[in-house]
């Protein structure tokens, strides 16, 4: 019932009396009409969106082609590229490696990453910036990963090797006192992905891939460039609008910052991924031992605000957004033209996540984004 009151909420203005019944069935028609109108104004190639209740995959919409020239349409199989939706996958594995004994949230990650005892830290000693600064984005460390370079075709898309990143560390700057603030960054994720290598002697791939992906069951996910079994499923993107667009094809490699934006996953493992973090997963099965329920919750309490009007904050890893007096969990994606965002609403065991093929899809991600927390918000107000 949840379900169809989220999906009417979804496509009426608030200001509309709440209906006597429900009709799921039409109700989603109307959301899928409107994700293709936001889609076709934006000039997205290929779009997926799923809305996920408890354990299911509630609803589905398709838009367009995974791949254009080969007429492949979009489904729940669909492998798209999810950039910094990969910073929440790496936070969950720093909070495994904290239940589990083998660091603190306020370690200074020096004792992690040693190389970084070479970075200018204006602001005092550079052991006071801890693991709980980089999952907060509060650390100082600027927002690029690759501050130089980048305007050439011979030039990496991110750079390929942990001694690049070092290399550029004696010419690095704290920008500002530690947790003073909230300033988005790309290389403190790095640091912590380096971390996550030190302390389990495993490449983070091969770690993410034993500790959150397997016990998940999120089989059709990968970082990085695709295997073999799967490039059938695996999303061009695009870059420019419509039929305009110059196909990038289908793979990229980020180099030394995966853990910062290397995931690739089919819609229908994200759609299990949303399962988790509501807390849906089976008793007794893998994915109830990826994270204790409590370390998972404590992700979502606000730390620090993001933007001036205090309506969202950062958490551990995770953007917190208030709507409608209901807290939402989030994080949204942007590479390589490929764009994405999920939700979490843990308020009502509802979430939702979307990607999109083409670099023109910011303003259709923004609004079907947008509609999706008002609706669960109306939803709760309603229930």
Not at 88 to 116: C, H, N
Not at 207 to 228: A, C, I, Q, S
Not at 285 to 313: C, F, N, Y
Request: proline share 6%.
């Amino acid at each position: 019932m949840l379900a169809a009151v989220v999906l009417v909420a979804f496509a009426a203005s608030p200001q509309e009396p709440r209906p006597s019944t429900f009709d799921f069935t039409m109700s989603w028609k109307d959301v899928e009409a409107q994700f293709h109108r936001e889609c076709d104004a934006a000039g997205v190639v290929g779009a997926g969106l799923v809305f996920v209740k408890g354990r299911n995959v509630e609803a589905f919409a398709g838009h367009g082609y995974a791949d254009r020239a080969g007429k492949r349409v979009v489904d729940l199989d669909t492998n798209f590229h999810w950039a910094s939706c990969t910073k929440t996958f790496t936070a969950i594995a720093v909070l495994q490696l904290r239940d589990r004994g083998l660091l603190k949230l306020e370690q200074p990650i020096v004792e992690l990453v040693p190389e970084l005892r070479d970075v200018r830290d204006p602001f005092g000693p550079i052991t006071a910036i801890t693991v709980q600064h980089l999952l907060t984005h509060s650390a100082g460390f600027r927002g690029a990963t690759w501050p130089w370079g980048g305007d050439q075709d011979w030039h990496p898309h991110e750079p390929t090797q942990w001694s690049q990143l070092v290399a550029m560390l004696p010419y690095t700057t704290v920008e500002f006192a530690p947790g003073s603030k909230f300033s988005y960054s790309n290389p403190g994720i790095v640091f912590l992905g380096r971390a996550i290598e030190r302390l389990t002697g495993d490449e983070y791939e091969v770690h993410m891939e034993k500790n959150v992906l397997r016990p998940l069951g999120m089989t059709r996910t990968y970082f990085d460039t695709t295997p073999w079994h799967l490039q059938r499923f695996r999303s061009h993107s695009y870059d420019g609008k419509g039929d305009a667009a110059k196909d990038l094809g289908p793979d990229f490699d980020t180099g030394i910052t995966v853990s910062n934006g290397g995931l690739n996953a089919s819609l229908a493992d994200m759609a299990k991924y949303l399962s988790f973090l509501l807390g849906a997963v089976p008793e007794g099965s893998d994915a109830a031992g990826v994270l204790a329920r409590a370390s998972l919750e404590s992700m979502w309490q606000p730390v620090l605000p993001t933007r001036p009007d205090g309506k969202e904050h950062i958490g551990l890893g995770f953007f917190v957004q208030e709507h409608g007096g209901t807290r939402f969990a989030t994080h949204t994606g942007g590479q390589r033209s490929f764009v994405s965002f999920f939700y979490v609403h843990p308020a009502s065991g509802t979430a939702a996540c979307a990607a999109f093929n083409t670099g023109t899809a910011g303003p259709a991600m923004a609004k079907v984004r947008s509609l999706c927390m008002q609706a669960l918000s109306l939803a709760m107000r309603r229930n």
